[in-house]
C-alpha cells in the first residue's frame, strides 16, 4: 500500500516489495500448515492460488528479495503421530501453476530456455486431468506391495500400507515390474460412492462428509483398516518415485507400462504437440468434467520426454517438467456476521470474516481470511481487493472456492448493505495482552509488539518449536503445549527441557492429568531427551526466527556446520546489518533529493558513504551470511535482529544450552561434489545457468552467489571477472566449464 492506494505489482518499489513478499509468506506458509498437517484449511485453492501467483510475480521482478521461507519452499506439512512413518527415496513434490493461456505458454518458454530450445523444436507434453484427492506413494520390490505412503511433508509420510491393500484399484502383486518400484497416484471417490457413503452414514447417525476429497482423505487415513475396506475408494497411477530401471522413454510410455501392469490411469490424458494443443486438451477435460462423476480441479501439463525431465529437474519443491493447469473458482453470496481478530506466531494480527453458512460447489462454509486491515478497508493489493468498497458486518458478499477449504470474499453488494452499518476500526492493540499493535511503513500487516509476554505468540512459538519440522518431540503436540501453559509449566522453549525435572515427580506431575498415565509421561520424557541432539538444520528453523523457513534452515546448516560457527558469524555481522538498513535509507532520501533537484541520482555513493563506515570483519561476515544462495538481505537481517534483541537473544541462549545440535553432515558418496559449495561465474557455453545450478544441487553442492573463504569450486566461463579474481586471491580451485562436466561425470 502507498498512502492508502492500491499498488500494482509494477509500481511496487524494493522496500514495499520486501514488505509484501513478508506478508504473502505468513499467510500461505500458515495454510498450508492448515491444510496439510492440521486438516483444518483457512483458505481455499482460489484464494491460496491468487496470492501465490501475486508472489510470483513479485519474486520475477525482484529476484533478489526471494525469502528463504517463500511459500514457493514448502511441500506439504508434517504427517500424523497417529501413524507410523515412512522416508521416501525419491521426494513427493507439489506443482507448480498455470491460471490462463498465458501461463501455459509462458510454461513452455521457460522449458525451451532452460534448455535451449528454439521455438520450432518439435517438444511433446501430455495433459491429463488433476484428481482432487489424496496423494499416496506405494512401494513393490520383486513385483509384490511392500509398502505404501502418504505425501507427508514431502520428505516423510504417514504408513497406510494395511488400509492401502484393501483398495481394489491397488494391485499386491504386478508382473514385469522392475525390481524396485514406487508407483504414484491419487486416492479418490467418484460422485455416485461418494453420494451412497453418505447416505448410509446419515442413517447410521455417523459423520457425513462435505466432500468427496475429504471423504477419500478421512477414509484412507483410519486406523482401523476394516473401516478403509468398508469405504468405496479408487485410485489412479500417474507418476512414480524410485525406479531400479526406467519404465519408458516418456511420460506417456511409462503411464501405457503402468497401466499394463494392472493400474488404474486416466484414459483421459493425451499427448499433446505444444501449447495450442494443451490448451485443446483444457477445454475438452474442462467440457467433460461434469460427466466424469470424480472431482478434477484442473489440468496437468508434463514434459513428455523423460530424458528431457531429468535435464530439467526439480526446483526445492516442484519438477521444473510439469505445472497445473487450474479451473476456475465457484462463487455464492451470503452474510458476513463478524471480523474476528487473531494473533499468530509472529505477532500478526489477522482478520477472519466469520459467514452465515451457505453451500459453494457442495460445502458448507462459514468462514474466510480476510489478509489485513486493507483488504477490509478495500484497499488490498492486486489479486486480494474486494471489487468496489470496505467490508461491513451485515454486508451481502460474494465468496468463492475452487476447493474444499475456507472461501475468498471477492466482492460486495452495496444496495443490500444494512442503515446504520459502520466502517470496520482495525485495532491497534493486541487483543491477546493489550500491548499496542503497530504497523511498520512499507508493511500491509499490524503486529503485536508484545512478543513473548503477548499468550498468543508464547504458545504459537512454542508449537511451532516442537513441531514435527523442527524438534519433533512426540507426544507434545498442540494441545499439550496449550494445556502446559495454561498450567503455568511451559513459558519458552527452554522450559521443556526441564519440565521432566520440575513435574516429573511431587505433587503436580505430567502423569497425574487426566488423559495422562506413567507410561505416556515417560514416553514424552525420553521424547524430549531425544529430540537435544535434533540436527542444526532443524533448532535453526525451531527457533521461530522470522523468514527462517525449513529449507533455509537445511541451507545455513549446510554452510556453517555448526551452531558455534553460525552464531559467530551473525554475531560479527550485526554492524554490517544496521550499516545495510542505513544505506537502503540513504539510497531513498537521495533518491527524493534527486527526484527534487530533476537530477540522476547518485545512488552507488549514497550507499559506499555508510559501508565505509563498516569494520572489514563485519563486511566479511554480512557477505558471508548473504552470499549463501537463496539467503538475501531480508533473511540476513531478521537473523541479526533476533540474536542481537536482548530478550530473544536471552530464549536462544537459553534453550541452546540444554541442546547439542548434531552438526550438518553432507551425504558421503554420493558424488563427487557432495556438500561442497560452488559458484559459476562467467559464461556458460555448454549448459544455461540455470541448468548448470540445477544439475549441481542435484549432486549435493551447494551453489553459492558470492566467493568466499568457504568456497569449494568455482567454475569460470569466459567474461569471469572479480569473482575468478577473490578466488585466485583466496586459493580455491577454479576450473572451466568442461573441467566441470568431466568431475561430475556429464
Not at 492506494?5 to 509494477?10: L, Y
Not at 542481537?644 to 553432515?665: G, K, M, N, Q, T
Request: charged share 25%; net charge negative.
Amino acid at each position: 500500500m502507498r498512502n492508502g492506494t492500491k499498488v500494482t505489482v509494477e509500481d511496487l518499489g524494493p522496500r514495499e516489495a520486501e514488505a509484501e513478499l513478508r506478508r504473502l509468506a505468513d499467510l500461505l506458509n500458515t495454510a498450508n500448515d492448515a491444510y496439510y498437517r492440521d486438516d483444518a484449511p483457512e483458505i481455499d485453492d482460489a484464494e491460496y492460488d491468487a496470492l501465490k501467483r501475486r508472489n510470483a510475480a513479485i519474486e520475477a521482478r525482484f529476484p533478489d528479495l526471494i525469502r528463504p521461507d517463500s511459500p514457493t519452499e514448502q511441500v506439504g506439512a508434517a504427517p500424523s503421530d497417529s501413524f507410523g512413518k515412512i522416508r521416501h527415496d525419491v521426494r513427493m513434490l507439489s506443482l507448480a501453476n498455470a491460471f490462463d493461456a498465458g501461463d501455459v505458454r509462458d510454461f513452455d518458454t521457460r522449458i525451451r530456455r532452460f534448455l535451449d530450445l528454439g521455438p520450432d523444436v518439435p517438444l511433446a507434453y501430455t495433459a491429463e486431468p488433476k484428481i482432487d484427492g489424496l496423494s499416496l506413494s506405494l512401494r513393490y520390490e520383486n513385483g509384490r506391495l511392500v509398502s505404501a505412503a502418504t505425501r507427508g511433508d514431502g520428505e516423510v509420510g504417514e504408513d497406510v500400507t494395511a488400509n492401502a491393500r484393501t483398495i481394489t484399484d491397488i494391485p499386491t502383486s504386478v508382473d514385469g515390474a522392475p525390481a524396485v518400484m514406487d508407483v504414484r497416484g491419487e486416492v479418490y471417490m467418484s460422485h455416485a460412492d461418494f453420494a451412497a457413503l453418505n447416505a448410509v452414514q446419515a442413517k447410521a447417525g455417523t459423520k457425513v462428509f462435505a466432500n468427496p476429497r475429504n471423504a477419500a482423505a478421512g477414509s484412507l487415513r483410519q486406523l482401523d483398516p476394516a473401516i478403509t475396506a468398508s469405504r468405496p475408494l479408487r485410485f489412479f497411477a500417474y507418476a512414480w518415485g524410485r525406479l531400479s530401471e526406467p519404465l519408458s522413454d516418456t511420460q506417456f510410455g511409462a503411464l501405457e507400462r503402468l497401466s499394463a501392469m494392472g493400474f488404474s490411469t486416466n484414459p483421459e490424458t493425451r499427448r499433446c504437440d505444444g501449447p495450442q494443443e494443451m490448451l485443446a486438451a483444457y477445454d475438452a477435460i474442462a467440457a467433460a468434467r461434469a460427466e466424469l462423476g470424480y472431482d478434477i480441479d484442473g489440468v496437468v501439463y508434463k514434459v513428455d520426454d523423460l530424458g528431457l525431465q531429468d535435464r530439467l529437474g526439480f526446483r526445492s519443491t516442484t519438477p521444473r517438467w510439469a505445472i497445473a493447469h487450474k479451473f476456475p473458482a465457484e462463487t455464492a453470496w451470503t452474510r458476513l456476521l463478524g471480523i474476528d481478530i487473531q494473533v499468530g506466531r509472529t505477532g500478526a494480527l489477522s482478520p477472519v470474516a466469520r459467514l452465515e453458512p451457505v453451500t459453494v460447489g457442495g460445502v458448507v462454509v462459514s468462514n474466510a481470511t480476510l489478509h489485513n486491515e486493507d483488504y477490509i478497508a478495500g484497499r488490498g493489493s492486486d489479486g486480494d481487493a474486494i471489487r468496489g468498497a470496505d467490508l461491513r458486518v451485515g454486508d451481502r458478499v460474494e465468496i468463492y472456492r475452487a476447493g474444499d477449504v475456507i472461501p475468498k470474499v471477492r466482492d460486495v453488494d452495496l444496495t443490500a448493505r444494512p442503515a446504520g452499518a459502520v466502517p470496520f476500526a482495525f485495532p491497534d492493540i493486541c487483543p491477546e495482552c493489550g500491548s499496542p499493535a503497530v504497523r511498520e511503513p512499507g508493511e500491509s500487516v499490524r503486529r503485536c509488539t508484545g512478543g513473548l509476554i503477548c499468550p498468543a505468540q508464547r504458545v504459537a512459538r512454542l508449537k511451532h518449536f516442537v513441531s514435527r519440522g523442527a524438534m519433533d518431540i512426540e507426544g507434545l503436540g498442540d494441545k499439550e503445549v496449550e494445556r502446559f501453559h495454561d498450567l503455568g509449566w511451559l513459558r519458552e522453549p527452554a522450559e521443556i527441557y526441564t519440565l521432566a525435572e520440575r513435574h516429573g515427580r511431587g505433587l503436580q506431575t505430567v502423569a497425574a492429568l487426566d488423559g495422562w498415565g506413567e507410561t505416556s509421561a515417560t514416553k514424552l520424557f525420553a521424547a524430549i531427551e531425544a529430540s537435544r541432539t535434533q540436527g542444526l538444520a532443524r533448532v535453526l528453523f525451531a527457533l521461530g526466527i522470522r523468514h527462517l523457513g525449513e529449507t533455509a534452515g537445511r541451507d545455513l546448516a549446510r554452510h556453517f556446520g555448526t551452531w558455534t560457527e553460525f552464531a559467530a558469524i551473525v554475531d560479527a555481522a550485526g554492524p554490517a546489518a544496521e550499516a545495510h538498513r542505513a544505506a537502503e535509507e540513504a539510497v531513498m532520501a537521495e533518491r527524493t533529493a534527486a527526484k527534487a533537484d530533476d537530477r540522476r541520482a547518485r545512488v552507488a555513493e549514497a550507499r559506499a558513504s555508510v559501508w565505509e563506515e563498516v569494520p572489514p570483519q563485519a563486511r566479511a561476515a554480512w557477505d558471508d551470511l548473504t552470499g549463501i544462495d537463496g539467503v538475501g538481505a531480508t533473511l540476513a537481517l531478521a537473523i541479526c535482529d533476533a540474536l542481537s534483541s536482548p530478550a530473544e537473544r536471552s530464549a536462544i541462549d537459553a534453550v541452546l544450552s540444554e541442546l547439542s545440535p548434531a552438526p550438518f553432515v553432507a551425504a558421503a558418496g554420493e558424488s563427487p561434489v557432495a556438500g561442497k559449495t560452488v559458484v559459476f561465474t562467467g559464461t556458460l557455453e555448454r549448459m544455461t545457468r540455470a541448468e548448470a545450478k540445477a544439475r549441481a544441487e542435484a549432486l549435493g553442492a551447494r551453489v553459492s552467489g558470492s566467493v568466499s573463504a568457504r568456497t569449494d569450486i568455482v567454475v569460470a566461463g569466459p567474461g569471469a571477472g572479480s569473482k575468478a579474481a577473490k578466488a585466485a586471491e583466496l586459493g580455491v580451485e577454479t576450473m572451466d566449464e568442461d573441467a566441470w562436466l568431466a568431475l561430475i561425470g556429464a
